[in-house]
Every structure is written in structure tokens, then in C-alpha cells.
């Protein structure tokens, strides 16, 4: 069974740092992309990144880009997304997403972490 | 970027009834769409990909269609459970985009 677990979610306060995790299990994480999508307070959702399977490819959407990192470790089977320079209008829920194609639509989704940012 | 405009936004209906959902492309995508369901917290849950091809374990009375700029999710036949928000995103082209969603409500 696909499993993705988030966590790392929290309060912080503008311009602070954040990194949040998605443990995955029950697929071979190495062969697959992943990316997070995040979901504001009673919104839609909005993709935000994108990391290719052996993690020498991203990609960013332009409302974190130069704040936000992607990366992956295989050998743990966990996907990372650093957030730098928060802003209130990053609170959300990030949900990490296991691409099925290229590009990718997403199969599989993890229940998702809460992020707020406010002083 | 590719937008995508969903309507209605809101479509009440009652059990039984058909469900006609839109989603609309500001270029054309082929058929490089997909569309999620999703319940009060609870995270997206794919139904149907490249347009028209359904998900692993999803019922048949979802049916996707369209190519292009114009799609459609069809529900036959709404169940209790099927009453949710729909989302429609596209894998044309970076960066990937979603719709602003579907709430087929009770009516």
C-alpha cells in the first residue's frame, strides 16, 4: 500500500525557515517523481514544486521560487521542501504528491501538513 | 502559464441525478488532463488522467472527456459519497495549474 506522510508543518513567523518531510513507503520511491502542492485556508490548490525521480531535475512555481528548495534522499525514501522567507501568504497545507507520468498528474497524495506564518 | 476555469463553481444536485462538471483551458493542453475529487480534510484523490481514463479502483460511473481547450467530468449517477469538490490540473506545460474547483453539493 502507498503510504506519504508529511510532517514539519508548524507556526512561524515572517521571514523565518522551514523544512517539511514526506516519508513515503509502499512503492519504489526512487523510480518516481514528487512534488508538493499546497492548499490555502478554504482555497484551491496550487502546485509548488517538483523534483524528478534521481533529483537532478526541478522545477518551481513562480510564487516560491528563490525561497523554496526541493530535494530528496532515496535512500531513506523521503522528499524535502526548505522554505525560506515565509510569508503569510504561504500559510497552506503542503501536500506531497507521487507523479504517475511526465509531466506529471499525481496518483498518490499524503494527508498533508498545516504551515502558517503569522507574528 | 495555462489557466484553467472550472464552472460551475457550485453544482447542486440530489442523489441519483447526473453531474455535468467544465473545465476550460486558456490553451490547448492535448489531453494532458486530470481530474481529483476531494472531501472536507481529506487530501485530493485522482479519478481521471490524460482526459478520459480512469484512476485504479474508481467506479464507473465517472467518465472523463475533451481534448484541447474544453473537458468534461461526467458522474452518471450521483451516490452520497460522490458529493465533494472536484479539481481539474493540467500537464501540458510548466508550470502545472489546477482549476479553482467544482462543489457538487446536496441540494
Known amino acids: 500500500e502507498v503510504q506519504l506522510l508529511e510532517s514539519g508543518g508548524g507556526l512561524v513567523q515572517p521571514g523565518g525557515s522551514l523544512r517539511l518531510s514526506c516519508a513515503a513507503s509502499g512503492f519504489t520511491f526512487s523510480s518516481y517523481s514528487m512534488s508538493w502542492v499546497r492548499q490555502a485556508p478554504g482555497k484551491g490548490l496550487e502546485w509548488v514544486s517538483f523534483?524528478?525521480?534521481?533529483?537532478?531535475?526541478?522545477y518551481f512555481a513562480d510564487s516560491v521560487k528563490g525561497r523554496f528548495t526541493i530535494s530528496r534522499d532515496n535512500s531513506k525514501s523521503t522528499l524535502y521542501l526548505q522554505m525560506t522567507s515565509l510569508r503569510v501568504e504561504d500559510t497552506a497545507v503542503y501536500y506531497c504528491a507521487k507523479g504517475a507520468t511526465w509531466p506529471p498528474h499525481f496518483d498518490y497524495w499524503g494527508q498533508g501538513t498545516l504551515l502558517t506564518v503569522s507574528s | 502559464e495555462i489557466v484553467l476555469t472550472q464552472s460551475p463553481a457550485t453544482l447542486s444536485l440530489s442523489p441519483g441525478e447526473r453531474a455535468t462538471l467544465s473545465c476550460r483551458a486558456s490553451q490547448g493542453v492535448s489531453s494532458y488532463l486530470a481530474w481529483y475529487q476531494q472531501k472536507p480534510g481529506q487530501a485530493p484523490r485522482l479519478l481521471i488522467y490524460d482526459a478520459s481514463n480512469r484512476a485504479t479502483g474508481i467506479p464507473a460511473r465517472f467518465s472523463g472527456s475533451g481534448s484541447g481547450t474544453d473537458f468534461t467530468l461526467s458522474i452518471s449517477r450521483l451516490e452520497p459519497e460522490d458529493f465533494a469538490v472536484y479539481y481539474c490540473q493540467q500537464r501540458s506545460n510548466w508550470p502545472l495549474t489546477f482549476g479553482g474547483g467544482t462543489k457538487v453539493e446536496i441540494k
Open positions: 523534483i524528478n525521480s534521481n533529483g537532478g531535475t526541478t
